[in-house]
């Protein structure tokens, strides 16, 4: 599982390079979200503009890397395609995590 950070106007951003985020991946997905946000502010923008598929293990490591941050750290979504989009509204998560189109929007905003 590839994921890349860097902090921008004191949020950290984890962009995931792959294409999917699966069963296959779900567990490594959980460890390096934990490693790249150990020392995260109060906010976390998590980009996932490059991935493609997303099923419910994979759902599943996102909200448990929210639940990691604790109450006090914030974790964002953006740039979801419109199959993940699907993904987090069917399953009603689109209420749990703030989306934002883009993340430049997620950065503005």
């Not at 999917?20 to 503009?49: P, W």
């Amino acid at each position: 599982m590839d994921l890349s950070s860097n902090a921008e106007n004191g949020t950290l951003v984890v962009t995931v390079n792959e294409s999917r985020i699966d069963a296959a991946v779900a567990i490594q997905f959980k460890d390096k979200m934990r490693e790249s946000t150990e020392e995260a502010g109060d906010r976390v923008v998590l980009n996932l503009a490059q991935v493609s598929f997303i099923d419910s293990s994979g759902l599943g490591a996102i909200v448990a890397a929210m639940k990691q941050l604790g109450k006090d750290r914030r974790l964002d979504l953006a740039g979801l395609n419109e199959d993940v989009d699907r993904v987090f509204r069917l399953t009603r998560m689109d209420t749990v995590f703030k989306i934002h189109q883009s993340l430049g929007d997620a950065l503005a905003g």
